[in-house]
């Protein structure tokens, strides 16, 4: 007899646009639910535990109209939170959500941004378990300068010659667990001391600049317990070159892929 392990269910991609006076919280949600009682739905068709999930897109935009805060993960933890309280039947739920960023240009007007964004997810269970993490997308970052990859591996297979001072533009995704839920890390200023190791450490390898930016996060927040990196090397192809001059090309795939993971 075939028996359910693991399920869950939710709605995905719930945009959310608060609107209040001349201030504007902007975000893409996800929730999913898990619980004992929605078994019967799929062994038997039995919808009657079911919250529709557009009815978890209404909760969502009702959570939001009464939100007071700013903070992408707070909005996850309410609406979590709530939902439980709404719905005693569901035993766990996954909030996971974006920031979809606007930067002020001036009176009432906002531009849309479509890099460097704040994510979140906050897991609420009934019996207890409680996780959640922060991290920031698409941090595109670029220097002309203090940036080497030499010494590496040469064999039959090499055809990459070694760069002692070369250009560098990762993509980079970062992500961390906080020790304290209340005192977490700003996203903002771990996103700057990113830029700063970014400008102004000399890296041989993205695997030696990925770990600095680890060693001076944690340095500088106390309360992060673990913080996790994912970097593609994005480095131009050279297309003309004339004296100190250099025009490139955006490389094309494949990709290198560094991934770093440092714990306290």
Not at 99 to 112: D, L, P, W, Y
Not at 170 to 186: G, K, Q
Not at 192 to 207: C, G, K, P, R
Request: glycine letters at 8%; one cysteine or more; charged letters at 25%.
């Amino acid at each position: 007899m075939a028996e359910p392990v693991a399920h869950r269910y939710g709605k995905q991609a719930v945009s959310v646009y608060r609107a209040d006076a001349d201030r504007l919280f902007a975000c893409e949600v996800g929730l999913m639910v898990t619980g004992r009682a929605l078994v019967s739905s799929y062994t038997e068709g039995d919808n009657s535990r079911i919250v529709a999930t557009d009815s978890m897109k209404n909760f969502i935009h009702r959570a939001a109209l009464e939100f007071e805060g700013g903070a992408l993960e707070d909005f996850l933890s309410e609406v979590a939170r709530r939902f439980l309280d709404r719905y005693d039947h569901i035993d766990g739920i996954e909030a996971e959500g974006s920031e979809v960023v606007f930067a002020t240009q001036g009176g009432s007007v906002k531009q849309r941004l479509y890099d460097d964004y704040a994510v979140a997810t906050v897991a609420i269970h009934r019996e207890g378990l409680h996780a959640e993490w922060s991290g920031r997308k698409g941090l595109h970052l670029m220097k002309q300068s203090g940036s080497s990859f030499a010494g590496f591996v040469r064999d039959e297979f090499t055809t990459l010659p070694d760069a002692h001072d070369r250009p560098l533009f990762v993509h980079l995704d970062t992500s961390w667990i906080n020790s304290d839920f209340a005192s977490r890390a700003p996203s903002e200023e771990l996103r700057d001391v990113l830029i700063e190791t970014f400008a102004d450490f000399e890296s041989a390898s993205i695997q030696h600049l990925v770990y600095e930016m680890g060693v001076r996060v944690l340095d500088r927040f106390a309360g992060i317990a673990s913080v996790s990196f994912t970097a593609e090397n994005r480095l131009w192809d050279t297309a003309q070159t004339s004296g100190s001059t250099t025009v490139y090309t955006d490389a094309r795939p494949p990709y290198g892929l560094i991934e770093l993971t440092l714990e306290r």
